[in-house]
């Protein structure tokens, strides 16, 4: 599986949009791009994920870049409760859904 | 439906006791992944089943740790002895082979003394 980068931590404030990075360089053509989070003490919970095209579900939204090297996943009203870290996972949908997290970006949302 | 269920949430015991740890998947999901979570190691998978299989083991960090599946509604993550280092949060997680997503279970709080 790809590796990806993400920064380690983000500010949001209370309202406004979060834009979280991930980069993926060396990602395949068959793999996909994932979105997780995790609050605190609590597992981890799947929140959105794409290929090429861009995706939006009730949580968020998922932007890919056309050469599909990074991606952004868009909150579009953060709340204080969307504080959590959130991992950006790039694998290919094979028979063996086996994940690998990274550490993540941790984000904060400020009243 | 219950969402993966794990058990015990927490357990407090003392280096060189045996430790199980026990999962119940969504059900009909046929496949079931086990993590240990630390701040120094962040989230490592330890081990994953299909269809009661074990299919890789390679993050399992050493021979105190064992994994079963007997069966498509449990499974045990097993430690003995127990050392301080397995202190964690250990996570189950359970998905349809293919489909998108793994869903997570609360978590075992484990402390060894």
């Known amino acids: 599986d790809a590796k990806t980068t993400q920064p380690p931590s983000m500010d949001c404030a209370e309202g406004r949009a979060a834009n979280l990075p991930c980069n993926h360089s060396t990602i395949s053509g068959n793999e996909y791009v994932y979105w997780y989070r995790q609050i605190h003490s609590q597992g981890p919970q799947y929140i959105i994920h794409?290929?090429?095209n861009n995706e939006t579900n009730e949580m968020a939204s998922l932007i890919i870049t056309e050469d599909r090297k990074s991606s952004t996943l868009i909150l579009p009203h953060a709340t204080l409760r969307d504080t959590a870290v959130y991992y950006c996972?790039?694998?290919?949908?094979?028979?063996?859904?086996?994940?690998?997290f990274g550490p993540g970006t941790s984000l904060s949302v400020i009243p | 439906d219950a969402g993966v269920i794990q058990s015990p949430r927490h357990e407090v015991t003392e280096m060189g006791q045996e430790v199980t740890l026990r999962c119940k998947p969504i059900?009909?999901?046929?496949?079931l992944f086990w993590y240990r979570q630390t701040m120094m190691r962040g989230l490592e998978l330890l081990i994953y089943f299909n269809n009661n299989v074990p299919i890789d083991d390679s993050g399992m960090p050493e021979d105190r740790f064992s994994a079963k599946m007997p069966n498509a509604s449990f499974s045990t993550l097993k430690i003995q002895p127990s050392e301080p280092r397995d202190s964690a949060v250990y996570f189950c997680a359970s998905t349809l082979t293919g489909p998108d997503t793994q869903y997570f279970g609360p978590g075992t709080r484990l402390t060894v003394l």
């Open positions: 059900s009909g999901h046929n496949s």
């Open positions: 996972i790039v694998r290919i949908k094979t028979s063996y859904d086996k994940v690998i």
């Open positions: 794409g290929l090429k």
